[in-house]
């Protein structure tokens, strides 16, 4: 079974052309939910991370404080580093586990995920789609959607692979600057080409 890579950058809109594929009956799985999973109360990963940045990382309830750890991280390159080296060899072989699932019938998956090209993620894949947006939509649909600073999704963008990098690396692009149905038509056009390529 073919597992084709879902990425783009932060407010490109990479779920919501995942969940048309999956109403087309295609399996996906999103490398950010893993990400999640990964350091939920009581997992190996999250009693490093509060081991490594103390007590006070973790809120009231138990639970990983996102925005905390988020603003350390961005911060301190080192500490990105150590975060990263910890998490992303947990959520590969997590995703490879979920990325097979039991009774499934069609040809190829979808691994969604935002940092697809960044990390050894792109090793996992046969083809590689990039939803595409000018970088002003991605700030400005980040910024409504998560509640954060302006500077605050310029970093995030900053952290991430160029959008000409992005595309330079894409064998398929879906122009996601685009009416809903011109987007669901992309996606179905490429669902088509992945059936006869994977089949």
């Given at each position: 079974?073919?597992?084709?890579?879902?990425?783009?950058?932060?407010?490109?809109?990479?779920?919501?052309?995942?969940?048309?594929?999956?109403?087309?009956?295609?399996?996906?799985?999103?490398?950010?939910?893993?990400?999640?999973?990964?350091?939920?109360?009581?997992?190996?990963?999250?009693?490093?991370?509060?081991?490594?940045?103390?007590?006070?990382?973790?809120?009231?309830?138990?639970?990983?404080?996102?925005?905390?750890?988020?603003?350390?991280?961005?911060?301190?390159?080192?500490?990105?580093?150590?975060?990263?080296?910890?998490?992303?060899?947990?959520?590969?072989?997590?995703?490879?586990?979920?990325?097979?699932?039991?009774?499934?019938s069609l040809p190829y998956v979808l691994l969604v995920?935002?940092?697809?090209?960044?990390?050894?993620?792109?090793?996992?894949?046969?083809?590689?789609?990039?939803?595409?947006?000018?970088?002003?939509?991605?700030?400005?649909?980040?910024?409504?959607?998560?509640?954060?600073?302006?500077?605050?999704?310029?970093?995030?963008?900053?952290?991430?692979?160029?959008?000409?990098?992005?595309?330079?690396?894409?064998?398929?692009?879906?122009?996601?600057?685009?009416?809903?149905?011109?987007?669901?038509r992309q996606v179905g056009e490429l669902h088509k080409?992945?059936?006869?390529?994977?089949?």
């Amino acid at each position: 079974m073919a597992v084709i890579g879902l990425t783009g950058g932060i407010g490109s809109g990479k779920s919501t052309v995942a969940r048309m594929f999956g109403a087309l009956g295609v399996h996906w799985v999103d490398a950010d939910d893993v990400a999640r999973q990964v350091v939920e109360p009581g997992t190996p990963a999250l009693t490093r991370i509060a081991e490594h940045f103390g007590a006070d990382i973790l809120q009231a309830d138990g639970s990983l404080d996102r925005a905390r750890l988020r603003t350390i991280v961005f911060e301190q390159p080192e500490e990105r580093a150590w975060l990263e080296g910890l998490l992303h060899p947990v959520i590969r072989e997590e995703l490879i586990r979920q990325l097979h699932p039991a009774d499934y019938s069609l040809p190829y998956v979808l691994l969604v995920s935002p940092l697809l090209l960044e990390t050894d993620q792109h090793q996992l894949v046969e083809k590689v789609v990039v939803v595409d947006v000018p970088v002003e939509v991605q700030l400005s649909r980040t910024m409504a959607r998560d509640d954060n600073d302006k500077a605050q999704v310029e970093r995030i963008i900053a952290a991430q692979m160029p959008r000409e990098k992005r595309l330079q690396k894409a064998d398929e692009v879906v122009d996601n600057n685009e009416v809903l149905s011109n987007v669901e038509r992309q996606v179905g056009e490429l669902h088509k080409k992945f059936m006869v390529a994977f089949g």
